[in-house]
């Protein structure tokens, strides 16, 4: 979760931006301690040491992977804030989220209580929200549209978005949206839930139908100022409303076998019982037919057989 200039109404409140802007312009406390790592500051109070010196651990390899795996300079000096669940609710104004950035200013702030509970944990945590810090600091804010944002951050950490999702959604089609529409995600909570899926799915789509380089591509072109549907028809010949045409067939295709499968679950575990039984039957007729056989034969050699 992150929080643009003009952030989204809702849960994408100006009161967490605020809030976050009045702790770095507070008087600092000594309850207040930071440590470098690399070009990253990370910022924590004294009961948050042990998970400050983890970040202070695995930072340079995300700052590599991400470079190394979206094709982007990841020089994004990022201050790296860890604060417990009181303190994190004052200032994303959400229960739901456990972490966010602003690109902006070049924040991560994250919920130490839980960015340890599954499906959460704090390298995949961080690399979500480093991913838009990197994004943001490579592609200008009109050019990114909130869907390639997520989608792109989710893929980054392998699937895990920000927010306590629960399991993983099923998209219906009543659930999915145009990617026009989601240039800015819902307000409802179980809209934002359908906004992140559905941004997850298409980008997964797009490198599972086009290859790496096809998001690649299309990353650079964003880079390059093109507007989403330039750069979408540069690299994988799809303009928005076309990818989501596509996309949306394979996931009714993919929907239909699943929902196929978890309905008729027991009639189908039959028949492949029922097959199998009538498999090892045939096979054990076949197996006392060559028994006979060979059995007929030894009587025929016995008999030719002088004494």
Same mark, same amino acid.
């Given at each position: 979760?992150?929080?643009?200039?003009?952030?989204?109404? $809702? &849960?994408?409140? @100006?009161?967490?931006?605020?809030?976050? =802007? /009045?702790?770095? %312009?507070?008087?600092?406390?000594?309850?207040?301690?930071?440590?470098?790592?690399?070009?990253?500051?990370?910022?924590?109070?004294?009961?948050?040491?042990?998970?400050?010196?983890?970040?202070?651990?695995?930072?340079?390899?995300?700052?590599?992977?991400?470079?190394?795996?979206?094709?982007?300079?990841?020089?994004?000096?990022?201050?790296?804030?860890?604060?417990?669940?009181?303190?994190?609710?004052?200032?994303?104004?959400?229960?739901?989220?456990?972490?966010?950035?602003?690109?902006?200013?070049?924040?991560?702030?994250?919920?130490?209580?839980?960015?340890?509970?599954?499906?959460?944990?704090?390298?995949?945590?961080?690399?979500?929200?480093?991913?838009?810090?990197?994004?943001?600091?490579?592609?200008?804010?009109?050019?990114?549209?909130?869907?390639?944002?997520?989608?792109?951050?989710?893929?980054?950490?392998? $699937? &895990?978005?920000? @927010?306590?999702?629960?399991?993983?959604? =099923? /998209?219906?089609? %009543?659930?999915?949206?145009?990617?026009?529409?989601?240039?800015?995600?819902?307000?409802?909570?179980?809209?934002?839930?359908?906004?992140?899926?559905?941004?997850?799915?298409?980008?997964?789509?797009?490198?599972?139908?086009?290859?790496?380089?096809?998001?690649?591509?299309?990353?650079?072109?964003?880079?390059?100022?093109?507007?989403?549907?330039?750069?979408?028809?540069?690299?994988?010949?799809?303009?928005?409303?076309?990818?989501?045409?596509?996309?949306?067939?394979?996931?009714?295709?993919?929907?239909?076998?699943?929902?196929?499968?978890?309905?008729?679950?027991?009639?189908?575990?039959?028949?492949?019982?029922?097959?199998?039984?009538?498999?090892?039957?045939?096979?054990?007729?076949?197996?006392?037919?060559?028994?006979?056989?060979?059995?007929?034969?030894?009587?025929?050699?016995?008999?030719?057989?002088?004494?």
């Amino acid at each position: 979760m992150f929080y643009r200039t003009r952030p989204d109404k $809702g &849960v994408f409140l @100006i009161i967490p931006v605020l809030a976050v =802007v /009045l702790f770095f %312009t507070a008087p600092p406390t000594h309850a207040e301690q930071a440590m470098k790592s690399g070009d990253a500051t990370i910022i924590f109070p004294d009961g948050l040491f042990k998970p400050a010196l983890e970040v202070r651990k695995i930072y340079p390899g995300l700052e590599k992977d991400i470079e190394r795996k979206l094709h982007l300079s990841a020089d994004i000096h990022p201050k790296i804030i860890l604060v417990n669940r009181g303190d994190f609710l004052r200032m994303a104004g959400t229960p739901v989220a456990v972490a966010f950035a602003q690109p902006e200013r070049g924040i991560i702030v994250l919920d130490i209580s839980r960015v340890y509970a599954k499906p959460f944990n704090l390298n995949s945590s961080l690399s979500h929200e480093l991913c838009h810090l990197v994004l943001h600091g490579n592609i200008k804010s009109e050019n990114l549209p909130r869907w390639i944002d997520e989608g792109v951050c989710q893929w980054f950490s392998d $699937g &895990v978005d920000e @927010i306590e999702a629960g399991e993983r959604i =099923v /998209l219906s089609g %009543t659930e999915m949206s145009p990617l026009s529409r989601l240039s800015r995600f819902p307000e409802d909570d179980a809209g934002v839930r359908n906004a992140y899926a559905e941004s997850r799915s298409v980008v997964e789509y797009i490198v599972k139908e086009y290859g790496k380089n096809g998001l690649y591509r299309t990353l650079e072109g964003l880079k390059q100022g093109r507007s989403p549907d330039e750069a979408l028809k540069a690299a994988i010949s799809l303009d928005t409303d076309g990818l989501y045409a596509r996309w949306r067939r394979y996931m009714e295709r993919k929907n239909t076998v699943f929902l196929f499968l978890s309905r008729e679950v027991y009639p189908v575990l039959f028949f492949l019982a029922a097959l199998a039984t009538i498999c090892g039957y045939a096979r054990f007729v076949k197996r006392r037919k060559e028994y006979k056989d060979e059995d007929e034969n030894d009587e025929e050699d016995d008999q030719g057989r002088p004494f």
